[in-house]
């Protein structure tokens, strides 16, 4: 079993910054590929970007290249997504995943989620 718990969320400008976190428990964080997905009440879970285990190979969505990273610590055993430029159609609650194997970009493969932290975009 593999818990998973979201950080960093709020209230941003457009063109801002933010940062979320993702802890993770369990001792084999680095066989696990992670990802973060987004949901926008009414819609699909959207993903956004994933990174793999140990090589920490990144995938990202095409409307975030070039503005998110995503990163992981697996010391510490957790994740980041480095959020900038930031726009309000960003607005939506980001969910952590965790999948054991590769890195995949379909929600319904990840087996573990977070409770989700909400990220607002707005003037």
């Known amino acids: 079993q593999v818990q998973l718990v979201e950080s960093g969320g709020g209230l941003v400008q457009p063109g801002g910054s933010l940062r979320l976190s993702c802890a993770a428990s369990?001792?084999?964080?680095?066989?696990?590929?992670m990802g973060w997905f987004r949901q926008v009440p009414g819609q699909e879970r959207d993903f956004v970007a994933a990174?793999?285990?140990?090589?920490?190979?990144?995938f990202y969505a095409d409307s975030v290249k070039g503005r998110f990273t995503i990163s992981r610590d697996n010391a510490e055993n957790t994740v980041y997504l480095q959020m900038n430029s930031l726009k309000p159609e960003d607005t939506a609650v980001y969910y952590c995943?965790?999948?054991?194997?590769?890195?995949?970009?379909?929600?319904?493969?990840?087996?573990?989620w977070g409770q989700g932290t909400q990220v607002t975009v707005s003037s």
């Open positions: 995943a965790a999948r054991r194997g590769g890195v995949i970009t379909a929600a319904l493969e990840y087996d573990y």
């Open positions: 990174i793999s285990g140990n090589r920490g190979y990144t």
């Open positions: 369990g001792r084999t964080f680095s066989g696990y590929a």
